[in-house]
């Protein structure tokens, strides 16, 4: 891709989901993401009632009446997207591809980070961890993110999720908030998921396109795998190989629906074509509720 093409395209995403950002979602991400710890904040004289635990015998000492710490919500969190960069991102039949509508999402949660005053990186994975962005804050590093996310090529082409959390699990030791995006097309990663969202506050984004689940009578296709490069010639006029596709289809899909609830890891599911707007609100407010 040409700079100038590339700049384009990071500067038309900006101006599309910092809006989203600024008028949507930031409050609600707010909410929805509170921080998790608490921070020293000051000291006052005791009050009748305080925590006894709360006293700061140092400065009681000093003034000879006693004072206690003060402590408030620790809101500076960090927010790691972890995102799937393999072959099937190459898919999409209704406007965008899979990788396109990941990056816009990536965006959306990037700036209303920012915008909550958070540090956000990136770790980019296929079937090995392929590149690693540090937590910053800024718009410069936004849009390194985007420009990351619009330019990168991917080594590998198959996806193995398990290997993007257990790298994540080792290199963020301070616990955070995770955004998972993929479509969930990966070998076991049930014990990696489990360890990670033990640690972190992990949020799995489902990506899908509707030909995923189902497909139109149109006679004889040929259908390639984009990650492994695997020919298949399919008769869709076969109202029986229709079904068979869509009976699998929902398998898959409720299977990953139970591992995800089972290990407790909040889930969302996007798809290409389609406004990701009252999804992601309602992952924001379904979670402030619990809160």
């Known amino acids: 891709m040409e700079t100038l093409d590339l700049l384009k395209q990071v500067r038309a995403i ?3 989901t910092k809006g989203l950002s600024n008028q949507i979602f930031s409050g609600e991400y707010h909410s929805a993401f509170k921080g998790r710890g608490m921070a020293f904040s000051e000291v006052r004289e005791y009050i009748p009632g305080d925590d006894i635990r709360n006293i700061d015998w140092n ?9 206690v710490k003060v402590f408030e919500e620790e809101r500076e969190l960090t927010v ?3 995102v799937d960069i393999s072959g099937s991102g190459d898919f999409g039949t ?3 591809f899979k990788r396109e ?9 990037a700036f209303s980070a920012i915008q909550n005053n958070d540090k956000t990186g990136v770790i980019l994975f296929s079937d090995k961890v392929e590149k690693f962005i ?9 849009l390194r993110i985007i420009k990351e996310l619009l330019e990168y090529k991917s080594e590998g082409k198959s996806t193995d999720i398990g290997v993007g959390l257990k790298y994540f699990s080792n290199m963020v030791k301070k616990r955070c908030i995770a955004f998972l995006i993929s ?11 489990k360890v990670a969202s033990r640690k972190h506050d992990l949020v799995a984004i489902r990506i899908g396109d509707q030909r995923e689940r189902s497909f139109p009578d149109v006679g004889l296709i040929q259908f390639a795998d984009t990650e492994s490069g695997e020919k298949l010639l ?3 006029s076969d109202s029986r190989v229709r079904m068979a596709f869509e009976n699998r289809s929902k398998e898959i899909e409720s299977a990953t629906t139970e591992l995800l609830n089972r290990s407790g890891v909040d889930h969302v599911r996007i798809m290409t074509g389609e406004s990701y707007v009252n999804p992601l609100l309602h992952l924001f407010k379904r979670r402030d509720k619990r809160a």
């Open 101 to 109: 509508l990941i990056t816009e999402l990536c965006a959306v949660l």
């Open 94 to 96: 209704t406007r965008q």
């Open 14 to 16: 900006e101006i599309r």
């Open 80 to 82: 790691m997207l972890l």
């Open 134 to 142: 540090p937590p910053k804050k800024g718009r410069s590093h936004i």
């Open 59 to 67: 400065v009681t000492a000093r003034f000879n009446h006693p004072y």
């Open 183 to 193: 479509d969930f097309k990966s070998p076991d990663y049930s014990e990696a998921l």
């Open 234 to 236: 399919v008769d869709t």
